[in-house]
Structures are given as structure tokens and as C-alpha cells.
């Protein structure tokens, strides 16, 4: 969730009217009317502004979540290599027999 920095109202960043990125920090605005004032005046608003920087998450959850995307891939991937193992010996069978 943002805040408009003009009137304060909470929204996704997704759907604010605009954005204004404005010394370094971004302004979400929704309404044209939000926009207007704060171009009048940036500087009043600059204190309610975040900086643009990436938010620092929690390296826990991050990591289990990275660890859990590998773990599915690895899983998916010991079964395409065993089925397709088993494709091959179910064939090398079949061939052995056709002899």
C-alpha cells in the first residue's frame, strides 16, 4: 500500500492515478487534483514522500521461499530424468525381447 502524500488516502501502487519520482523519493497521487498540489508545492510534501529504495525484506521468509522454489525444481526435474530413465529401459527391453 501507498499514500497519496497530498489528501493521505491508501492505495495499491497499481492503482494510483500517477506517480512522480522527485528527489530521489516517489509521490503516488489519486487524482489529478492530488498531482496538481503537489507540483505547486513539492517541498511541503517531501517529508510524507518514502525514498525509492527497495524495501528490505525478511531474509527468513526470503530464504525458505528461495529454498522451497529450488527443492520444487529439483523435484520436477528428479522426475523428468526418471521417467524418462524408465522410458528408456521399458525401450531397451522391448528391443532386447524383439530379438
Not at 506517480?19 to 523519493?25: D, F, H, R, S, T
Not at 526470503?62 to 528428479?78: D, P
Not at 524408465?86 to 525401450?91: E, G, I, P, R
Amino acid at each position: 500500500m501507498v499514500t497519496d502524500s497530498v489528501c493521505g488516502m491508501r492505495m495499491r501502487p497499481e492503482e494510483a492515478h500517477s506517480k512522480i519520482e522527485y528527489e530521489g523519493k516517489i509521490a503516488y497521487f489519486c487524482s489529478k487534483h492530488c498531482e496538481a498540489e503537489f507540483k505547486k508545492n513539492p517541498q511541503k510534501y517531501l517529508s510524507k514522500l518514502k525514498s525509492v529504495t527497495a524495501k528490505k525484506h525478511n531474509t527468513t521468509v526470503t530464504n525458505s521461499l528461495k529454498t522451497a522454489r529450488h527443492l520444487t525444481v529439483s523435484i520436477l526435474c528428479i522426475e523428468h530424468v526418471c521417467r524418462n530413465d524408465y522410458k528408456t529401459k521399458v525401450h531397451s527391453a522391448f528391443e532386447t525381447l524383439k530379438k
